[in-house]
């Protein structure tokens, strides 16, 4: 798993010649078509292996879980997801799209028409994609089941 982008795997290591130097690097082959190289040393700060059956029992309560909504200003929260969002680990992916999906049910309840603004769709839906790849890995299930799952669990705290 790579932060933001998701899901992918490594291709090749080999050594390249970079800032002058000969380094380690790994090719990283993303779910989208990217290819990233990374050097061996930052590959090992920021890639982390997929989503365990015990991270998807975590993301399962977090998206079941009914958290007070934060008041803070939308810039506040919108710099606190999306450093979730870099880091990509899945129970705080979970934590994003369980607050999207409260934000838009509490605007229902209120009897509001108006969505959620377009920043917070934005960060909501791509961390909703991000979780949603990371279990169908996990579990071996198509990205649709796995946002199939994804929702059910979500409507369990309807």
């Known amino acids: 798993m790579y932060g933001t982008h998701g899901i992918g795997r490594v291709t090749a290591r080999k050594k390249m010649v970079v800032s002058g130097g000969r380094q380690d690097v790994v090719v990283l082959e993303l779910e989208d078509g990217l ?5 061996l040393e930052r590959a090992r700060e920021q890639l ?6 015990a991270d ?23 710099r606190e997801m999306q450093a979730k969002l870099t880091g990509g680990h899945p129970v705080e992916l979970a934590e994003i799209v369980e607050e999207g999906a409260q934000r838009q049910r509490t605007l229902n309840v209120k009897g509001k028409t108006s969505q959620l603004s377009p920043g917070e769709k934005e960060l909501f839906v791509r961390a909703r994609q991000l979780l949603s790849g990371e ?11 796995a946002d199939e799952w994804i929702e059910k669990q979500l409507s369990l705290t309807a």
Do not use: N
Request: glycine letters at 2%.
């Open 135 to 145: 279990i169908a890995q996990a579990r071996g299930l198509q990205r649709e089941e």
């Open 56 to 78: 998807i029992r975590d993301v399962q309560a977090t998206l079941r879980a009914e958290r007070v909504l934060s008041e803070q200003p939308w810039l506040a929260r919108r």
């Open 48 to 53: 982390r292996a997929p989503a365990s059956e």
């Open 35 to 39: 290819t990233v190289t990374l050097p």
